[in-house]
């Protein structure tokens, strides 16, 4: 708040030392009316009694007026930018009536206040309606300014349909004459890559210098990062020599979104050339940049590459954050490589990092599904003693290790302690002991587990359902499992094609086959995600076999393939005893799959194809000599050959 001039200063003090001559610091008669006048005049005021302004009346009405401005005037925008500052609405409504009953000047800034003030309470509604009463009700003028205050409220609310539709108005109404600046332009172009708009993102973007309001480097930052959502690289790769030829330096910023784009395209190529051409510039990569060539790096699965770019960040003084430690210990593991991640962990610590509860998450999810508990355990007691305090990511991850490494009753234990330490077990964490306790073959604790859910006010979705319906078929109880398949339905849930496999899988144990073909094609017209895979082709191809319809086996084994889905091991392992079990005379399946090579062949599958040929040789079926041609030309294409060597050279060098 800015200082009180002399004058008040004067008067203040005045004010303060008249009272302390009316009454005795220490008075012997508390019954005094005079003491009993100074305390009333502490009480809280009734709901009849006027609310007592924020400062003293007295300061306003002394001192002289200064052209459109009285004294005080800047108290009344102090106390504007003070409420707001806090959040308080209701005092803030108080100052502007009372300044609006004195007939004092409003400025522009103290509504910019408010409005940043309705931005933090998420009112961006409130902002507008502000904006519309500023001329009317308060007398003051808009500029761009407060436009560009109000729409930023909306667009960092993310109601990009109304920012566009505020943007119109404004712009639009001569009456505001209200002129967009480059704020304006990258607010509205941002909104539109955020709604989809990119197209007239562009638009907007090319309407600029027509109204000589030049683009600045975040103007083309974000148009960038719009066209690389829409996978637009190209575009947005020619808009960065634009740039430089309009004079409009890059920033990190500006590489960093081209560099992600391509990453996860997994041009890496391309992404090292936009690293030259930023040095080249004289911009120096930050975390950012190192941050997502690292992931890129991950993605494509050369760690070894990502490390040593870690450790080429460091020597050029960025120091790396737990975002770029996360990202290699993650691909490590990923990768099978869960004690590599460990030793990065290491160095991370060395380095004077602390790993968060993420990283030792992830750890300790991968050691535990290498096989390696020992290892899992030891990692959870050092983190403990490095005063690491677990949540209910890294929970989880122990209880869901501890329930693949076959110990349920040690899972539920962590699992009560994670209860007595207040973090809540979360759906991840009941799915997973769920799992442990059937694959134990204690399906009533699971059972157990699946009520408490409910009493704690866990929300069940669809892995959880999943869990329980594969339990419930793995232990023969099928009506069980439809029970809760159709309250999964009824509660708005979509099987996933593990609950579809298990429930065909339960359906075909006990004798029900055509009610799971009914429910495999009811799969068919699902959504992509659900659509079935080889074990639920296998579970089918495998009831039909035993009960001796080899003909829809076949069938099926058709559409299987006519679907894109390549048979595996186990389907050739169906068939195979099929052949050699149910038909007389018994046939040894060399011509079977041999003929399925071929098919797979023809249908362009060759991966599909080179595996049956492996399955093949190891049953002592070789194929064919023209089949092995035919294998031996389609994997030694030019095309191929030359694509083999170009990635080989691209792992190399790249």
């Not at 941050?291 to 080429?312: F, M, P, W, Y």
């Not at 429930?503 to 029900?512: E, K, P, Q, V």
């Amino acid at each position: 708040m800015p200082k009180c001039p002399t004058h008040y200063s004067k008067l203040l003090a005045s004010s303060i030392r008249q009272r302390l001559k009316n009454h005795t610091l220490f008075p012997t008669d508390l019954s005094s009316p005079s003491l009993q006048s100074h305390l009333s005049s502490l009480s809280i005021p009734s709901d009849n009694d006027e609310p007592e302004p924020p400062i003293s009346d007295e300061i306003f009405r002394k001192g002289p007026n200064f052209g459109s401005y009285k004294s005080g005037d800047s108290t009344f925008y102090s106390l504007i930018e003070n409420y707001a500052s806090l959040g308080d609405f209701g005092s803030l409504e108080k100052v502007l009536d009372r300044m609006k009953r004195e007939r004092r000047v409003f400025i522009e800034r103290s509504f910019i206040a408010v409005f940043r003030a309705f931005g933090k309470a998420h009112l961006p509604n409130k902002a507008v309606d502000l904006f519309h009463r500023m001329v009317d009700e308060f007398q003051c003028r808009r500029t761009v300014k407060s436009f560009n205050s109000v729409l930023n409220v909306i667009v960092q609310e993310g109601h990009y349909a109304h920012a566009l539709e505020f943007y119109d108005h404004v712009v639009g109404d001569r009456n505001m004459n209200i002129s967009p600046n480059v704020l304006s332009y990258n607010l509205i172009i941002k909104a539109m890559c955020r709604f989809g708009l990119v197209d007239k993102a562009v638009e907007k973007f090319r309407e600029m210098p027509v109204r000589d309001c030049a683009p600045d480097v975040f103007t083309y930052c974000t148009l960038m990062d719009g066209l690389c959502k829409v996978n637009r690289i190209d575009e947005a790769v020619f808009l960065l020599d634009e740039m430089q030829i309009e004079g409009c330096s890059p920033s990190p910023a500006t590489f960093n979104v081209l560099i992600d784009a391509v990453c996860k395209k997994g041009d890496l190529g391309r992404a090292a050339k936009l690293v030259d051409n930023m040095f080249l510039k004289g911009c120096i990569p930050n975390e950012v940049t190192y941050n997502t060539l690292i992931h890129g790096l991950c993605l494509q699965g050369k760690l070894e590459k990502a490390v040593s770019l870690l450790d080429r960040m460091v020597l050029n003084k960025c120091v790396p954050n737990d975002v770029t430690y996360g990202t290699i210990i993650n691909g490590l593991v990923k990768q099978g490589r869960s004690l590599d991640g460990a030793r990065v962990l290491i160095s991370m610590e060395e380095r004077g990092r602390r790993a968060n509860e993420y990283i030792y998450s992830v750890l300790v999810s991968g050691l535990f599904k290498e096989g390696k508990s020992e290892e899992a355990m030891k990692l959870w007691k050092e983190m403990m003693e490095k005063g690491c305090k677990p949540n209910t990511v890294v929970y989880s991850a122990l209880i869901d290790g501890l329930c693949l490494d076959g110990k349920p009753d040690e899972a539920k234990e962590v699992f009560c302690e994670m209860v007595h330490n207040g973090c809540m077990p979360n759906s991840y964490a009941y799915s997973s002991l769920m799992k442990g306790f059937f694959q134990a073959g204690q399906g009533y604790k699971a059972i157990l587990l699946w009520k408490e859910m409910t009493d704690n006010n866990v929300i069940r979705n669809e892995v959880c359902y999943s869990v329980i319906i594969h339990g419930f078929c793995k232990d023969g109880k099928v009506k069980e499992a439809l029970m809760v398949w159709k309250q999964m339905l009824a509660r708005g849930y979509k099987p996933d094609v593990v609950a579809y496999s298990s429930m065909i899988h339960g359906l075909c144990n006990d004798g029900l086959v055509e009610q799971g073909l009914k429910l495999f094609n009811e799969m068919l017209s699902q959504e992509p995600e659900c659509q079935p895979d080889v074990i639920t082709y296998n579970i089918l191809l495998n009831a039909l076999c035993k009960q001796c319809t080899i003909s829809r086996a076949v069938d099926l084994l058709n559409s299987m393939l006519d679907r894109g889905c390549d048979p595996d091991l186990v389907t050739c392992d169906i068939f195979l005893t099929t052949l050699g079990e149910k038909l007389d005379p018994p046939q040894d399946g060399r011509e079977f799959l041999n003929e399925l090579v071929v098919r797979l062949i023809k249908r362009q599958r060759i991966v599909g194809a080179s595996r049956i040929v492996e399955v093949m040789l190891k049953k002592f079926l070789p194929p064919t000599a023209s089949t092995w041609t035919r294998v031996v030309q389609e994997l030694c294409k030019p095309k191929k050959v030359r694509a083999a060597i170009d990635k080989c050279w691209s792992s190399l060098y790249c």
